[in-house]
């Protein structure tokens, strides 16, 4: 369902900080164009934590109209109130979106019985296709292969994961224990570089914040792996390699994900909510000698 390579938007906010819609819809029409697989909105790098719910349904409702059926529409719909986490849910079935992405608990991070049970309540009150959401650096929990294989066998509607482990041997194993049960079952990593030893690991691919400034670089590395053209594909994992220089400029990595998106074209302003600073100048300095530096500008 989401194999290939797939987009964590970013959330742009005007400088006072409401979304601002029109920037939101050039950048999507920049991913469309470029043939991503999947837009996912509210993911870590759309700042999900600091959207209130009413801007979410309105954002969900005018993306799902622009891209229609182009791309594979995901929202993800993470809290740490389930009520709140399954009121989207409904409002995303509603919407007619193509699939939820759930975080699992953070702040006191469930144990492996806790988090079984979480998803299990999800998966038995939601119809949509559910993709799970492993990014234990942020809810101090990891999502174990073992509960995400007894997941995936005992629910159909739990349908892929997110794997933000920044450990090839995490997603490895996932692929492992689930794919000879499950082959439709979509394992994503959630990092940038992690496209090459995800296909040979048996995995699907990516959901990763890089393809918000290049997705064209990803999606060609995409189909020249699909057709077998490894030295495309080496060559392209050599730049997203570099790319990912950008990850460190700033505390928060959403931040200088957002200049650099600037600095493709896209009109916009690079305000963050907090916990994130606004970018400095010599960061912006950075961000741009960066993408100089890979001939991205």
Request: charged letters at 25%.
């Amino acid at each position: 369902m989401f194999r290939g390579i797939n987009t964590p938007l970013i959330t742009i906010f005007d400088d006072s900080g409401k979304i601002d819609f029109k920037a939101m819809e050039i950048q999507v029409d920049r991913l469309v164009k470029a043939r991503v697989n999947g837009i996912l909105l509210f993911g870590s790098m759309g700042e999900f934590y600091a959207v209130d719910e009413e801007s979410k349904r309105e954002l969900i409702k005018k993306i799902k109209g622009q891209v229609k059926d182009k791309a594979k529409i995901i929202v993800g719909i993470g809290d740490t109130n389930e009520d709140n986490v399954l009121r989207l849910g409904h409002y995303c079935e509603e919407a007619g979106v193509d699939a939820v992405n759930v975080i699992s608990p953070y702040y006191f991070g469930p144990g492996e019985d806790a988090a079984y049970k979480y998803f299990s309540d999800i998966a038995k009150s939601l119809e949509l296709p559910i993709m799970l959401y492993n990014f234990r650096e942020r809810t101090g929990s990891d999502l174990s292969p073992e509960t995400i294989c007894k997941l995936a066998v005992e629910y159909k509607n739990i349908v892929a994961v997110k794997d933000t482990v920044d450990n090839i041997s995490h997603t490895r194993k996932i692929c492992q224990l689930v794919k000879p049960i499950r082959a439709d079952f979509d394992v994503l990593s959630g990092f940038d570089e992690y496209y090459l030893v995800n296909r040979v690991s048996g995995g699907d691919g990516v959901l990763c914040g890089l393809t918000n400034v290049v997705p064209e670089l990803f999606v060609n590395m995409h189909n020249a792996y699909e057709n077998g053209d490894f030295n495309q594909v080496i060559k392209l994992a050599e730049c997203i390699s570099k790319l990912m220089k950008l990850y460190d400029v700033t505390s928060l990595f959403v931040v200088g994900m957002k200049e650099a998106v600037r600095l493709m074209g896209v009109p916009m302003s690079t305000y963050t909510k907090v916990p994130g600073m606004q970018i400095t100048e010599k960061e912006k300095e950075r961000v741009k000698s960066i993408l100089i530096e890979n001939n991205i500008l």
